[in-house]
């Protein structure tokens, strides 16, 4: 079991889908793929000082690039959506 918060929590995820999400009251993150929903929504409650009602978790597939000649795939990754209450906000986002 992960007891140590901020390495759940890889980065937030910024883009024109997660700021539509965002006036929702739903933040975007990208996680460890080790964690599971109840792991996630502690370590934003500890880390934010908020109280997240729910969280949707998804494995986001690498997509086919190339380099030259060489074919390959990007790294594969874990997205958690955590919803939080109305009157709650997560300030780290609120500057973007």
Known sequence: MMQNYDQI???????????????EGKYVFRVDPRANKIQIMEAVRRLFNVHPISCTVMNVGGKP????????????????IVRLPKDEKISLFEGV
Do not use: F, H
């Open 65 to 80: 690039k190339r380099q030259r000649s060489r074919a390959g795939y990007t790294a594969s990754w874990k997205k958690a």
């Open 9 to 23: 929590l890889i980065r937030p995820v910024l883009s024109e889908k997660a700021n539509l999400l965002r006036e």
